[in-house]
């Protein structure tokens, strides 16, 4: 048994009448915590901090 893992995500963003502008990051904190366990010793490590922009206009 393993104890709960509690992430951070956050997204924001505006619009405007023909575009709009997001931001966003997941893992906000930079956890470091085992994604996965399998009998053998493997471990998967979770994803770090990713974080980025995202943008769009409309024609």
């Known amino acids: 048994m393993r104890d709960p893992v509690n992430l951070v995500d956050i997204r924001a963003g505006l619009e405007g009448d023909r575009w709009s502008v997001t931001g966003f990051a997941t893992n906000l904190l930079d956890t470091r915590y085992n994604a996965e366990f399998s009998p053998g010793g493997f471990v998967f490590k979770a994803r770090p901090r990713v974080y980025g922009v ?6």
Not at 54 to 59: D, G, N
């Open 54 to 59: 995202e943008a769009s206009i409309r024609f």
